[in-house]
């Protein structure tokens, strides 16, 4: 059973600790989607924010495919914000798609795979990681935060990519 | 005044086509499982000069300006045009160390090509921390220059190891 499937299970059966949780695990995508997609900012990315997750509690309980949960919240996300764009041009709702949408949600679901196959690697890797390529860190750098000699960074970097490849595709190498 | 390219933005453009080369070579490598872990980071590495490049164009080119024209800005232009080439080298020497590792595990028809790309790094390198001590705001214990100084060490030890791999 995924994350998502056992997240959305616990969510039925009522666990308010639960909906916390996924709450948690999707508001940067939705936020993402807002902001990246459809340029939406500050008041307008809240509302559409606050319209999802209102949607998504009421609505929980039609989703057939509780491992879909991430493409569900999506399209409600894309909806909520047509919505609010259409309503602010007075335009039809399919005037107001940005034509490169589906390449910006395409990225986003990517980079939100990537992130939770991260949360997945031991923390040396987690912090390893992030400080090469999020942070642009030099090797020295991190040698120097991490006491590991700065030699040895490129290679230990290679190996967590690896387990973090083997997280993402199970059925690669 | 458009962006002009000096030795900062041509030293990082040398060390972006020496980081593309090694993941090239990584790339090309058979067998080698770990490749695609060097070439990510080989590909973030050039990804990382070229925007050096563009950014050291034009705080080059902004003390530049005020050089001639007296600017009162002259003193935090210079700050700026000092920072970039730090960082340039600071780079450098991590393409010179990613250059290490693929020369050590590459096919050895392609040895050559990552020692020579850490090598290219190491002068890139070299470039960028001259550029740092010849600003007129820096002085001998500056710890810019330091800094500088520290990543063209390691540039030169690494290219050292890369040209001597598989000897």
């Keep these: 059973m995924s994350r998502d499937e056992e997240l959305v299970g616990r969510c039925l059966a009522g666990d308010r600790e639960a909906w916390d949780e996924l709450v948690q695990a999707y508001s940067r995508y939705v936020y993402a989607i807002c902001s990246q997609g459809y340029r939406l900012q500050g008041a307008d990315a809240e509302d559409v924010f606050q319209e999802v997750f209102l949607r998504v509690y009421d609505r929980l309980g039609t989703l057939r495919d509780r491992a879909a949960l991430r493409p569900w919240i999506a399209q409600m996300t894309r909806r909520a914000c047509l919505d609010k764009l259409a309503a602010a041009s007075r335009e039809e709702v399919s005037d107001v798609?940005?034509?490169?949408?589906?390449e910006t949600l395409a990225e986003l679901d990517d980079a939100f795979a990537v992130r939770g196959a991260m949360a997945e690697l031991p923390e040396e890797c987690q912090e390893v990681l992030d400080r090469f390529f999020c942070r642009d860190e030099s090797y020295r750098t991190i040698g120097d935060a991490l006491a590991i000699?700065?030699?040895?960074?490129?290679?230990?970097?290679?190996?967590?990519l690896a387990r973090l490849r083997q997280i993402l595709d199970p059925t690669d190498g | 005044m458009?962006?002009?390219n000096g030795a900062g933005s041509i030293a990082a453009l040398t060390a972006a086509a020496a980081a593309r080369l090694i993941?090239?070579?990584?790339?090309?490598?058979?067998?080698?499982?770990?490749?695609?872990?060097?070439?990510?980071?080989?590909?973030?590495?050039?990804?990382?000069?070229?925007?050096?490049?563009?950014?050291?164009?034009?705080?080059?080119?902004?003390?530049?300006?005020a050089l001639t024209n007296n600017s009162p800005d002259l003193v935090d232009r210079m700050v700026t045009a000092t920072a970039v080439p730090v960082e340039i080298a600071v780079v450098a020497a991590d393409v010179a160390e990613a250059a290490v590792v693929v020369a050590e595990r590459c096919d050895g028809l392609l040895r050559a090509d990552a020692a020579g790309a850490a090598a290219l790094a190491a002068g890139a390198a070299s470039a960028a921390a001259h550029l740092v001590r010849a600003n007129l705001t820096v002085t001998a214990d500056d710890p810019r220059l330091k800094r500088a100084e520290i990543a063209v060490d390691d540039a030169r030890?690494?290219?050292?190891?890369?040209?001597?791999?598989g000897t």
């Design chain 1, 97 to 102: 798609e940005p034509t490169d949408i589906d």
């Design chain 2, 23 to 65: 993941a090239d070579v990584a790339r090309e490598t058979s067998g080698w499982k770990g490749s695609a872990g060097v070439v990510a980071q080989a590909t973030a590495l050039a990804e990382r000069c070229e925007a050096l490049a563009v950014e050291d164009a034009e705080a080059f080119t902004a003390a530049l300006d």
């Design chain 2, 2 to 4: 458009a962006a002009k």
């Design chain 1, 149 to 160: 000699p700065s030699g040895t960074i490129a290679s230990r970097i290679s190996r967590c």
């Design chain 2, 157 to 165: 030890y690494s290219a050292s190891r890369a040209l001597d791999s």
